[in-house]
C-alpha cells in the first residue's frame, strides 16, 4: 500500500531539480549578459535558517498543503512553497541585479520543468516574485528575492 507523501515530496522535489539544474542555467545567463559572474549556489535548504546562512543559497520553504479533493483511496492536494535566492554583493546596484537574474533562472527552469516533463506527476505553477530590503553588513550587501509556487498532484494509497 502506498503511502500519500505529501509536502515533503514536493519541497525535495524541488530542491533536487534546483540542485541538479541551476548551475548549468546561471553559466547560460553569464554567456548571454557578460558584465558580472552569477556564483554558484552553495548551499540549498528546505527550513529557515538560525544564522546568516552563506551565500549565494537558496530556500525551499514550504507554506501550506490545500486538500482540492479526496477519495477512497486517493487525494488531490496543492502543495504551496516560496523559493528563495539569499545573495549578496559589495555593491548594491549589482545586488540587485543578481537578484533579478536569480529569479530569471527560477522561472526559465520551472517553466523548462513543464515540457521536459521532468516532473510528470505533478502540476507546477508559479506566481508572484517578491524583493527584500537590502541590507548592509560588514561591508557587504545582502538580500533576497522569492517566488512562490505550488505543486498540484494526485496520489494513490
Known amino acids: ?23 548549468a542555467k546561471l ?47 486517493w487525494v488531490r492536494a496543492a502543495h504551496m512553497m516560496t523559493v528563495t535566492i539569499f545573495a549578496g554583493d559589495s555593491n548594491e546596484e549589482q545586488l540587485q541585479r543578481r537578484l533579478y537574474r536569480y529569479i ?5 527552469l520551472f517553466k523548462e520543468s513543464r515540457t521536459d516533463n521532468a516532473w510528470s506527476e505533478y502540476t507546477l505553477n508559479y506566481g508572484q516574485v517578491r524583493y527584500a530590503p537590502v541590507f548592509n553588513v560588514a561591508g557587504t550587501f545582502l ?13 494513490a494509497f
Open 104 to 108: 530569471r533562472a527560477f522561472v526559465e
Open 1 to 23: 500500500m502506498a503511502t500519500v507523501e505529501g509536502m515533503e515530496a514536493a519541497v525535495d522535489l524541488v530542491k533536487t531539480y534546483l540542485t541538479d539544474n541551476m548551475t
Open 27 to 73: 553559466a547560460a545567463l553569464d554567456a548571454e549578459f557578460g558584465d558580472f559572474t552569477l556564483e554558484t549556489i552553495r548551499a540549498y535548504y528546505i527550513a529557515p535558517q538560525m544564522n546568516v546562512p552563506e551565500h549565494p543559497s537558496i530556500f525551499v520553504l514550504s507554506d501550506i498543503t490545500e486538500i482540492l479533493g479526496e477519495g477512497a483511496g
Open 143 to 155: 538580500s533576497d528575492a522569492s517566488i512562490t509556487i505550488s505543486i498540484v498532484r494526485t496520489e
